[in-house]
């Protein structure tokens, strides 16, 4: 089973700043295979990122996605106010599909 | 446009069984697979495994081998998960999620259902 970790687990920055968040795998994983997701309280996960790098349908392009092997990186580039949420990257690729246990994104 | 509608809450007792149906309407339900995620309060999210409907056998995530059945109807484009033997660590919410693109269970989910709260309690 591929663990992935992500980091920071709570991120607090101000809305027009930059996020990074971090994504490592314990094992290669195919850049084909590694998605990110935006979850807000109460609500169903939403697709940001497949394949590491393209964006889902609808995604402002202020989200970017990058890596390759072990390290994945989600980069928002100016923070809204309706960007404060958890993100989750995935792990596509092999069986069982893996999540990390997600970053949280707070308002500073 | 894709929308996936799951049945209501569910309160359960420990060692019964759930079922919850997840019912897909817009795109093409056969050949996309619906996979079954879950998420314990105040924690991440767990695959629990998906089927290809036009395919009709699932697969499991081997944590939940033997006590989870996926199983999909065409005629009615719904899905179903059912988890046995429950107990109070599978209070969670219970998403469906479809996967972009059809005829492989390795594809992300792109459309999601609004989550099936099950609550195990004696």
């Known amino acids: 089973e591929i663990v992935l970790t992500q980091s920071p687990g709570t991120l607090s920055l101000s809305p027009g700043e930059r996020a990074t968040l971090s994504c490592r795998a314990s094992?290669?994983?195919?850049?084909?295979?590694l998605a990110w997701y935006q979850q807000k309280p109460g609500q169903a996960p939403r697709l940001l990122i497949y394949?590491?790098?393209s964006r889902a349908t609808g995604i402002p392009d202020r989200f970017s996605g990058s890596g390759s092997g072990t390290d994945f990186t989600l980069t928002i580039s100016r923070l809204e106010p309706e960007d404060f949420a958890v993100y989750y990257c995935?792990?596509?690729?092999?069986?069982?599909?893996?999540f990390g246990q997600g970053t949280r994104l707070e308002i500073k | 446009q894709v929308q996936l509608v799951q049945s209501g809450a569910e309160v359960k007792k420990p060692g019964s069984s759930v079922k919850v149906s997840c019912k897909a309407s817009?795109?093409?339900?056969?050949?996309?697979?619906i996979n079954w995620v879950r998420q314990a309060p105040g924690q991440g999210l767990e695959w629990m495994g998906g089927?290809?409907?036009?395919?009709?056998?699932?697969n499991y995530a081997q944590k939940f081998q033997g006590r989870v059945t996926i199983t999909a109807d065409e005629s009615t484009s719904t899905a179903y998960m059912e988890l046995s033997s429950l107990r109070s660590e599978d209070t969670a919410v219970y998403y469906c999620?479809?996967?972009?693109?059809?005829?492989?269970?390795?594809?992300?989910?792109?459309?999601w259902g609004q989550g099936t709260l099950v609550t195990v309690s004696s």
């Open positions: 394949g590491a790098s």
């Open positions: 995935q792990q596509y690729g092999s069986s069982p599909i893996t």
């Open positions: 089927i290809i409907p036009i395919f009709g056998t699932a």
């Open positions: 999620a479809r996967a972009g693109r059809a005829g492989s269970y390795f594809v992300s989910f792109d459309y």
């Open positions: 094992q290669s994983v195919s850049s084909t295979y």
């Open positions: 817009g795109g093409t339900f056969s050949r996309n697979a």
